[in-house]
């Protein structure tokens, strides 16, 4: 109903309604029509929905306080006014009129509808209208209306669409993937950006995959059902999930419970981020620290070299110029009052002064340091028998001159993986000194004294003088450099055994010493395998240093086990390739001189290397680089930072590959 109002065409029926409503209630009858009619008047007046009573012409016969109340009018002023309903969404009243009198004579109006109706007041309700048709004692037929305000329930209604709306267009349209899942595990919602993330391309496809089966971890799915049960939510929750193509991305879950009215649990929802580009800065950021840790360690201890350098030269450089300074002075004083031998005697003494000066100098140079990145003390493949070799060519002429004979008792092919200039430098300070210390008739060995699985251990004996036991903890030390003279008036200048540990320290080796006075000394030398029996050989190429002593810290972490050889480049690796025939390669993709790609496509043309896994760390993002590494046969392609815990799956994969086919690992 739109509007009521009285309008002229129908003024003139006022009476005709007024003697309808007289003759309502007439001749009631027993006690029994009187209590329901009592009832009905009562429902009638105390009723919350509208009533109303019209005939053919749409007149109200009758208004109840509540339709009175709705429309705004009292209810003595609502009989006689033209009832004008709208079945037709139609706003002409005439036309609605019309349509109502042909439903009331064929008696078609419909039993219940709802409907937005305007009052008169301007205000729009929504309503449920029920009608009936009643005859009255005379025999004529009325509609009875019933008018039920249901706007707040509608409005209602309309706001939980309009929620459900844009609820909807927020779950398609977020960025952020969003599911809900059964408790058993069973997809049963999910968003375009959660099928884009796990590279699914439809609902249906994702909905048939067991979603413990994505879990990289799969406990990690069980214990976050348990925390979710426990709490009812979880926050910032790091899982590892595999895409559909295999790949694997780190997302952070925020998730809730879902219970139904009597409070049990009936599923879960929650929204998963893609956090994998974040944790491969992290990562990197990790790597560039680390590295500047290892760079900032090695400044420090290149430091603490010199200084102990420094403080060694200061003594014996100071001790020496004194001697020169104080003679020089005397000859240029006294040059015509001195006698000729003393002269003479002078300018020795100035003569040896500037020859140990030298010799210090000479130290100097020689002075092993923490190799910069790209120098030339990197270290390489070294044969102890062909150092040993090369040391008694260069003192061979002393040697003979004192009547000392040097033996060398290396087996050729004795490997260490370590700076062979730096091997060479230890064999001649110990055999120089050797050859300062033994008498006449002496004899000097370099021997294999003894090999574990891991290290060579090196003698260099002599028959020489000895060292008193309490100055045996002086030979090492740069700060208390302990210095005697030889045989034939030698002077030393106590560098020379620090230096011998310092280089052995840095090849990762260690120097020691047993002497007795008259009986001889010998110095242990422990040099690391160059492939120590039982280990596993690793091979790490990359053309910055500090990557790959990064790099090869990580293998050390994921395998304790692992021999890690280093190259600088792909030329070098292939190299070692072919003499270590190691079972893992991790190599870098640009490089200078052969690069990964160069490195993989020549050791795949080599019959003895093709088998050998070989992982391309890159930092290209682009696909064609990707697939053209594949294509060449990479064992996997990995994106630099360096995923740790992949690379720890494959060198497990690659061990445990070789225990199967009979290696010792």
């Given at each position: 109903?739109?509007?009521?109002?009285?309008?002229?065409?129908?003024?003139?029926r006022?009476?005709?309604?007024?003697?309808?409503?007289?003759?309502?209630?007439?001749?009631?009858?027993?006690?029994?029509?009187?209590?329901?009619?009592?009832?009905?008047?009562?429902?009638?007046?105390?009723?919350?929905?509208?009533?109303?009573?019209?005939?053919?012409?749409?007149?109200?016969?009758?208004?109840?306080?509540?339709?009175?109340?709705?429309?705004?009018?009292r209810?003595?002023?609502?009989?006689?006014?033209?009832?004008?309903?709208?079945f037709?969404?139609?706003?002409?009243?005439?036309?609605?009129?019309?349509?109502?009198?042909?439903?009331?004579?064929?008696?078609?109006?419909?039993?219940?509808?709802?409907?937005?109706?305007?009052?008169?007041?301007?205000?729009?309700?929504?309503?449920?209208?029920?009608?009936?048709?009643?005859?009255?004692?005379?025999?004529?037929?009325?509609?009875?209306?019933?008018?039920?305000?249901?706007?707040?329930?509608?409005?209602?209604?309309?706001?939980?669409?309009?929620?459900?709306?844009?609820?909807?267009?927020?779950?398609?349209?977020?960025?952020?993937?969003?599911?809900?899942?059964?408790?058993?595990?069973?997809?049963?919602?999910?968003?375009?950006?959660?099928?884009?993330?796990?590279?699914?391309?439809?609902?249906?496809?994702?909905?048939?995959?067991n979603?413990?089966?994505?879990?990289?971890?799969?406990?990690?799915r069980?214990?976050?059902?348990?925390?979710?049960?426990?709490?009812?939510?979880?926050?910032?929750?790091?899982?590892?999930?595999?895409?559909?193509?295999?790949?694997?991305?780190?997302?952070?879950?925020?998730?809730?419970?879902?219970?139904?009215?009597?409070?049990?649990?009936?599923?879960?929802?929650?929204?998963?981020?893609?956090?994998t580009?974040?944790?491969?800065?992290?990562?990197?950021?990790?790597?560039?620290v680390?590295?500047?840790?290892?760079?900032?360690?090695?400044?420090?201890?290149?430091?603490a070299?010199?200084?102990?350098?420094?403080?060694?030269?200061?003594?014996?450089?100071?001790?020496?110029l004194?001697?020169?300074?104080?003679?020089?002075?005397?000859?240029?004083?006294?040059?015509?009052?001195?006698?000729?031998?003393?002269?003479?005697?002078?300018?020795?003494?100035?003569?040896?002064?500037?020859?140990?000066?030298?010799?210090?100098?000479?130290?100097?140079?020689?002075?092993?340091?923490?190799?910069?990145?790209?120098?030339?003390?990197?270290?390489?493949?070294?044969?102890?028998?062909?150092?040993?070799?090369k040391?008694?060519?260069?003192?061979?002429?002393?040697?003979?001159?004192?009547?000392?004979?040097?033996?060398?008792?290396?087996?050729?092919?004795?490997?260490?993986?370590?700076?062979?200039?730096?091997?060479?430098?230890?064999?001649?300070?110990?055999?120089?000194?050797?050859?300062?210390f033994?008498?006449?008739?002496?004899?000097?060995?370099?021997?294999?004294?003894?090999?574990?699985?891991?290290?060579?251990?090196?003698?260099?004996?002599?028959?020489?003088?000895?060292?008193?036991?309490?100055?045996?903890?002086?030979?090492?030390?740069?700060?208390?450099?302990?210095?005697?003279?030889?045989?034939?008036?030698?002077?030393?200048?106590?560098?020379?055994?620090?230096?011998?540990?310092?280089i052995?320290?840095?090849?990762?080796?260690?120097?020691?010493?047993?002497?007795?006075?008259?009986?001889?000394?010998?110095?242990?030398?422990?040099?690391?395998?160059?492939?120590?029996?039982?280990?596993?050989?690793?091979?790490?190429?990359d053309?910055?240093?500090?990557?790959?002593?990064?790099?090869?810290?990580?293998?050390?972490?994921?395998?304790?086990?692992?021999?890690?050889?280093?190259?600088?480049?792909?030329?070098?690796?292939?190299?070692?390739?072919?003499?270590?025939?190691?079972?893992?390669?991790?190599?870098?993709?640009?490089?200078?001189?052969?690069?990964?790609?160069?490195?993989?496509?020549?050791?795949?043309?080599?019959?003895?290397?093709?088998?050998?896994?070989?992982?391309?760390?890159?930092?290209?993002?682009?696909?064609?680089?990707?697939?053209?590494?594949?294509?060449?046969?990479?064992?996997?392609?990995?994106?630099?930072?360096?995923?740790?815990?992949?690379?720890?799956?494959?060198?497990?994969?690659t061990v445990?590959?070789?225990?199967?086919?009979?290696?010792?690992?």
């Open positions: 109903m739109q509007a009521l109002q009285l309008l002229p065409p129908y003024q003139d006022t009476d005709r309604v007024a003697t309808k409503r007289s003759n309502v209630g007439k001749n009631p009858g027993s006690v029994l029509f009187r209590t329901a009619t009592n009832l009905l008047q009562l429902a009638w007046e105390r009723s919350h929905d509208g009533m109303v009573f019209t005939d053919g012409d749409g007149i109200i016969v009758a208004a109840n306080p509540a339709y009175a109340a709705m429309m705004g009018f209810e003595h002023e609502m009989v006689g006014k033209l009832a004008t309903f709208s037709s969404n139609n706003d002409d009243q005439y036309e609605a009129l019309d349509a109502y009198r042909r439903n009331f004579e064929q008696q078609s109006l419909p039993s219940y509808s709802e409907q937005r109706i305007t009052l008169p007041s301007g205000k729009v309700i929504d309503v449920e209208v029920s009608h009936s048709f009643v005859e009255t004692e005379d025999g004529s037929r009325l509609l009875f209306s019933v008018f039920r305000d249901v706007t707040k329930r509608k409005e209602a209604e309309r706001a939980l669409a309009q929620s459900e709306r844009n609820y909807h267009e927020w779950f398609e349209n977020s960025v952020q993937g969003m599911f809900q899942t059964s408790l058993s595990g069973k997809l049963i919602n999910a968003n375009p950006a959660l099928l884009r993330m796990l590279g699914y391309s439809s609902f249906e496809e994702m909905s048939r995959v979603l413990s089966d994505i879990y990289v971890n799969p406990k990690d069980e214990r976050l059902v348990q925390l979710l049960l426990t709490h009812g939510f979880c926050r910032d929750v790091e899982l590892r999930l595999r895409r559909k193509d295999g790949k694997t991305i780190t997302v952070l879950e925020h998730s809730r419970l879902i219970k139904d009215e009597q409070g049990n649990p009936i599923m879960f929802e929650g929204i998963l981020e893609d956090i580009e974040r944790k491969a800065q992290e990562q990197q950021l990790r790597e560039y680390d590295a500047l840790r290892v760079s900032q360690q090695a400044l420090a201890e290149l430091n070299r010199k200084d102990k350098l420094l403080f060694a030269l200061s003594h014996d450089l100071r001790s020496q004194g001697s020169i300074l104080g003679f020089s002075e005397i000859l240029l004083e006294d040059e015509e009052k001195l006698p000729v031998e003393e002269r003479r005697q002078f300018i020795t003494y100035i003569r040896d002064a500037a020859q140990n000066q030298l010799k210090v100098i000479n130290e100097l140079l020689r002075k092993p340091t923490q190799e910069a990145p790209g120098s030339e003390a990197q270290p390489e493949e070294t044969d102890l028998a062909q150092a040993a070799e040391t008694v060519q260069l003192l061979g002429t002393v040697a003979k001159q004192k009547e000392i004979e040097i033996q060398v008792n290396i087996p050729a092919g004795t490997m260490v993986h370590a700076n062979g200039q730096l091997v060479l430098q230890v064999f001649n300070n110990l055999v120089s000194n050797a050859l300062k033994t008498p006449p008739k002496g004899r000097i060995r370099l021997e294999i004294a003894e090999q574990t699985p891991r290290e060579w251990v090196v003698a260099v004996r002599d028959t020489g003088v000895g060292i008193p036991l309490e100055d045996q903890p002086k030979l090492f030390v740069a700060r208390g450099t302990y210095s005697q003279t030889g045989l034939s008036g030698e002077k030393g200048t106590g560098l020379g055994l620090p230096l011998c540990a310092e052995m320290r840095e090849l990762g080796g260690d120097i020691s010493v047993e002497s007795t006075p008259g009986n001889g000394t010998t110095f242990y030398l422990r040099f690391p395998k160059s492939e120590p029996e039982g280990q596993v050989t690793i091979l790490v190429v053309d910055e240093p500090g990557i790959r002593a990064l790099h090869a810290k990580y293998i050390k972490q994921a395998y304790p086990g692992a021999h890690v050889l280093q190259a600088p480049d792909g030329q070098k690796a292939l190299e070692m390739m072919l003499r270590h025939k190691p079972k893992l390669v991790l190599s870098d993709y640009a490089m200078p001189k052969m690069n990964g790609l160069a490195l993989l496509e020549a050791a795949k043309q080599q019959e003895e290397l093709k088998q050998i896994p070989i992982v391309i760390a890159t930092g290209h993002d682009s696909w064609a680089v990707r697939e053209e590494l594949e294509a060449a046969g990479a064992y996997d392609v990995v994106a630099k930072p360096l995923p740790v815990e992949k690379i720890k799956n494959i060198i497990r994969s445990a590959a070789a225990a199967e086919q009979g290696d010792k690992v």
